[in-house]
């Protein structure tokens, strides 16, 4: 249910749809579009959703925003009615992609809207075909992954048994891409930042050797005591329980047991509330099966993409990939607001967790890449998250049929547009 705030905001911006479609005495339409509203569609909510508001504002910018973590389905929904947002941020550069193919977005390069100087790889991924030739998107916050969360209290976790992890599938928007990550930062740990690369590239096939010895290395520990690990994750959201500060601090459903560590990204602080301080951090190779030394680290982004190029739209668009905008964000936000861009746009931060994550997302003595389902086409991301969920539901370890499945959407999808520079 949308909160009253939000649900004021969709209805004004509803209301000036509805303005703009009919015909207004006195006032040619053409004046109407340009002084509209920017309208901003993103992944925020709650929270985040009022920092990220507080920015905007701060710079008395005219817009309306719309934060869902359905951001995809309601794009998609506004697209094909014709209305979609001037700026839209998510993580799925793969599906920005789609729309650069079709001639939606605006190149930014085109307008300046950002300085290639400040965004190194792998911050910039391109797309295959004529819509590479050009940059559509922009990362304005990004994440570390390939880390373990655990209660600080406790001291750092010599080992993780199956059934002591915390995790959950459930999300609003997209269930399953935990256990995505999961895969994904084996793969990386296991077979390289090069085999990974070409994987989600879409140059290796799911049946692999590396991909079928990495997904059934999770198997085995998802269902090494039975049923157990697999079944919690499959009924609780990554999330937590409403008001339980996260799963590390709130515990899960259906059992008195408290989990000891989590596989989850930088982001996960802001889903543990009150206990965020109470949390710390650590490399994720020595808890994974078959691994033995880092060999890259998993990061994401949210990028961010121009529908509209209007000069009130620039002028948003501009601040929020600058170096002077993202440091506001990050003066602004009460939870660290993490910047890929290299005119140290980090949050300055006497917490010694903060200023650590900020190290490991500069350091490039090992490789950085972007999550890869985030950067796959749509339908093989989904057709990825779908055989996540239903491998945990099945009994046995043999992960081939579900990935034989996601190879035939592969191919089909490779008349699609895929990214490159997915590693830096």
């Known amino acids: 249910m949308l909160r009253r705030s939000r649900l004021r905001r969709v209805l004004v911006a509803g209301a000036a749809t509805t303005v703009l479609a009919g015909c207004v005495v006195g006032q040619p339409l053409a004046d109407e579009a340009v002084d509209r509203p920017v309208t901003v569609l993103g992944p925020w909510t709650g929270t985040q959703e009022e920092t990220f508001e507080e920015l905007l504002k701060s710079q008395g910018f005219d817009y309306v925003y719309q934060g869902t973590a359905a951001q995809r389905e309601v794009l998609l929904s506004q697209a094909q009615a014709g209305t979609p947002p001037d700026i839209v941020i998510m993580p799925g550069t793969g599906e920005l992609a789609v729309y650069a193919a079709e001639d939606r977005l605006q190149p930014l390069d085109e307008w300046k809207l950002y300085d290639e100087d400040q965004y190194h790889a792998?911050?910039?991924?391109?797309?295959?075909?004529?819509?590479?030739?050009?940059?559509?998107?922009?990362?304005?916050?990004?994440?570390?992954?390939?880390?373990?969360?655990?209660?600080?209290?406790?001291?750092?976790?010599?080992?993780?048994?199956?059934?002591?992890?915390?995790?959950?599938m459930g999300d609003d928007g997209a269930a399953g891409w935990p256990g995505s990550d999961w895969f994904e930062d084996l793969l990386l740990q296991t077979a390289g930042a090069k085999t990974y690369a070409r994987w989600a590239r879409g140059e290796l096939e799911w049946t692999d050797e590396a991909v079928?010895?990495?997904?059934?290395?999770?198997?085995?520990?998802?269902?090494?005591?039975?049923?157990?690990?697999a079944r919690w994750a499959l009924l609780n959201d990554y999330r937590g329980a409403d008001d339980a500060n996260g799963l590390l601090f709130g515990g899960r459903v259906e059992t008195d047991e408290w989990c000891v560590a989590e596989h989850q990204g930088s982001f996960a602080r802001d889903l543990y509330g009150d206990a965020a301080g109470r949390a710390d951090y650590t490399p994720s190779t020595p808890y994974l099966p078959g691994t033995t030394v880092p060999r890259g680290r998993e990061v994401s982004g949210d990028f961010a993409a121009l529908f509209d190029d209007r000069k009130k739209t620039r002028e948003v668009f501009r601040f929020l990939a600058s170096a002077e905008g993202q440091r506001a964000w990050a003066r602004t936000s009460d939870a660290p607001v993490y910047s890929a861009n290299a005119e140290r746009g980090m949050p300055e931060s006497e917490k010694p967790v903060t200023q650590r994550i900020v190290r490991d997302l500069e350091d490039t003595a090992l490789p950085r890449c972007l999550d890869a389902s985030d950067?796959?086409?749509?339908?093989?991301?989904?057709?990825?998250?779908?055989?996540?969920?239903?491998?945990?539901?099945?009994?046995?370890?043999?992960?081939?049929?579900?990935?034989?499945?996601?190879?035939?959407?592969?191919?089909?999808e490779k008349r699609r547009p895929w990214m490159t520079g997915i590693c830096g």
């Open 122 to 168: 792998p911050w910039i991924p391109r797309a295959t075909g004529k819509s590479g030739e050009r940059v559509y998107w922009v990362p304005v916050r990004v994440a570390l992954k390939s880390i373990v969360w655990y209660r600080a209290a406790n001291g750092r976790p010599e080992s993780v048994g199956a059934g002591e992890w915390c995790v959950g």
């Open 375 to 412: 950067v796959m086409p749509p339908a093989v991301r989904d057709a990825f998250y779908n055989a996540v969920l239903q491998y945990l539901a099945a009994d046995g370890l043999d992960p081939l049929p579900w990935l034989r499945n996601v190879q035939k959407v592969q191919e089909f």
């Open 212 to 229: 079928v010895r990495a997904w059934t290395a999770w198997g085995t520990l998802m269902k090494s005591e039975g049923t157990g690990p």
